[in-house]
């Protein structure tokens, strides 16, 4: 099967709060974000300090005020040639965004102390940040890379945050061409335990699959797996908070749907395996055929012309499909995820 590749970039993110936080009663500190304008797509997250009181506050406050800086601001940064002027800017509407949430719960600057981390992409080109530990990683054509490593310091168990003085020296900031890059992620300290090797300081294969979920799957259907996996097997490695944010697009190295084996088609599509290898292979053909037809949207009606099937039988073949994620339903049209 064949098929040009979709270059549409899709996001997800997630935060669950670590073993050791639920024991105590805690709320969990990772905060993460997403933003979507002007043909900017954003992700953020930020892992509140342990010991600041209020970070978790200050974590949200930092990954919204992030995305919105950076999607208004994505291609004046991009275009600025002076990286300090870059960190000094982010940091200064950052500090005043936190300045006013102290004032809000009438606390110090340095009880919302938090990390930053920060993955934009537009027009072709990428932009980066990356602020305390935790790890920023993507993939191209020769596979997963770590672009930035944790910042803990002289002592693993510390790091530096946006309200920390030496915060505008320590901050690191990468942009470029995105060419054959196809996927980011940020991941805080607690995610790192089971997704990156400090010792090689190489990424997980799980990362990739992760990125391939994001752009296969719909975002609704995709979070709660997403929040399952995050809290049943990463945060098992940790007491921390755990929270990824990932950025990625389709490509060679992350296939659309048409590009796939069959047997990979079978499992997205949540055809089980103990039927008959023929009919198994007839539900893979139908699923297939409409999510070609789906590539642009149609209504059910539409749907069961095409097919030659009655209405019923259309709608419980778009069922399976809505269920397993790989089409989405808006208003009464239905379009598949990935092209």
Known sequence: ?????????????????????????????????????????????????????????????VVNRATAFIGDRFFDLIAQEDGRSVTLEILNVILQALKDEAELHDCALKDLASTLLIAAVGDGKFFLAHLGDGVIGYLNEDGLKVASIPDNGEFSNETVFVTSANAAARMRIFKGALKNISGFILMSDGSEQSLYNKRKKTLAGAVKRLMHRTCLIDGEILMPQLEEALSSVVASNTQDDCSVAILARTSAQLPPLDALPMSERQELFQIRGSHALRKVSKEISCCDKICELLKRPLTLRQVARRLYVKRLHAKKKLRRLLKAGVIRKDNHCYETVSC
């Not at 933003?35 to 342990?50: F, M, P, R, S, T």
């Open 1 to 61: 099967m064949g098929g040009t590749l979709n270059t549409e970039w899709k996001s997800i993110c997630c935060a669950v709060q670590g073993r050791g936080h639920a024991k105590k009663n805690l709320p969990c500190q990772d905060k993460v974000a997403r933003l979507e304008e002007n043909g900017v797509q954003v992700i953020a997250l930020a892992d509140g300090a342990g010991s600041a009181a209020l970070s978790h506050y200050g974590a949200q406050c």
